[in-house]
């Protein structure tokens, strides 16, 4: 069984890390997004201005909350605003 989560990052999401998609160790019992995310600005502070006009996506469904838990295994999607073109 997996013990990460899989965060993937779009648009100004992606040019704010510096990649497509990261790993990030979870505990078996998972972790809160927030807590989750957090840890990910700590390493990429230009990210923080772009979670907060974000949507987020947990395993294919909107979050509506960053109190939700993630669980080993699960995808969690950054979708900053962005249009088509």
Do not use: C, W
Not at 38 to 50: A, T
Not at 56 to 69: A, D, E, K, L
Not at 72 to 79: C, F, L
């Amino acid at each position: 069984m997996k013990s990460s989560v899989r965060l993937l990052f779009f648009a100004t999401a992606r040019e704010a890390v510096g990649a497509a998609a990261i790993d990030r160790e979870v505990p078996a019992r998972g972790a809160i997004l927030q807590a989750l995310l957090s840890s990910v600005v700590e390493e990429h502070p230009r990210l923080e201005p772009v979670l907060k006009v974000s949507r987020v996506v947990r395993n294919g469904r909107y979050v509506s909350g960053t109190r939700t838990r993630v669980r080993p295994g699960d995808e969690v999607a950054i979708h900053p605003p962005y249009s088509g073109g």
